[in-house]
Antibody, heavy 119, light 107 residues
């Protein structure tokens, strides 16, 4: 059974940093691209970042470029998102998700971890 | 960036009725469009990918169609568990983008 379990969320002050992790199991992690998608309270889904299976290719939405860094450790089946210079508008539930075999859609999702940026 | 516009924002229907949801792109996404269902407090669930292919385990009452800029998700006969928010997503261009969602609520 595929499982994705996020951790690392919490309350952080504006300008602060946080590192999210996603522990993957139940599939061959090192053969699948992965992504982070966020959802602000009461709002819709927003794609944030993605990474190829080997980690060599990374993608970001414009609003987080230069502030967020996606990475993965295939030896530990773990996906990470380092978030720096956090802003109030980064407040959201952050989901990690697995890419489908056929393209950049997402067939398995974690339960999400809440990041709150507030003073 | 490709903007996906979903309509209507809210659809009020009764169980057993047919639901028709629309997703329109600001430019062509070919057939590279997916639909997700999200219930309160839950992660999204993939329903349809590449415009018309049902994901694993998705009931046949869900169907998708369209190409280019105009797409439709049809739920042929609403079950109680289908009342939720539905999002479309394109994978044609970076950045990946989602539509704003359509809430299907019980009338």
């Amino acid at each position: 059974e595929v499982q994705l379990v996020e951790s690392g969320g919490g309350l952080v002050q504006p300008g602060g940093s946080l590192r999210l992790s996603c522990a993957a199991s139940g599939f061959t992690f090192n053969t699948y691209d992965m992504t982070w998608v966020r959802q602000a309270p009461g709002r819709g889904l927003e794609w944030v970042s993605a990474i190829s299976s080997g980690g060599g290719n990374t993608y970001y939405t414009d609003s987080v470029k230069g502030r967020f860094t996606i990475s993965r450790d295939n030896s530990k089946n773990t996906l990470s998102l380092q978030m720096n210079s956090l802003r109030a508008e980064d407040t959201a539930i952050y989901y990690c998700a697995k890419r489908t075999a056929s393209g950049w859609f997402f067939d398995y999702w974690g339960q999400g971890t809440l990041v709150t940026v507030s003073s | 960036e490709i903007v996906l516009t979903q309509s209507p924002a809210t659809l009020s229907l009764s169980p057993g009725e047919r639901a028709t949801l629309s997703c329109r792109g600001s430019q062509s996404v070919s057939s590279y469009l997916a639909w997700y269902q999200q219930k309160p407090g839950q992660a999204p669930r993939l329903l349809i990918y590449d415009a018309s292919n049902r994901a694993t385990g998705i009931p046949a009452r869900f169907s998708g169609s369209g190409s280019g800029t105009d797409f439709t998700l049809i739920i042929s006969s609403l079950e109680p568990e289908d009342f939720a928010v539905y999002y479309c997503q394109q994978r044609s261009n970076w950045p990946l983008t989602f539509g704003g969602g359509t809430k299907v609520e019980i009338k």
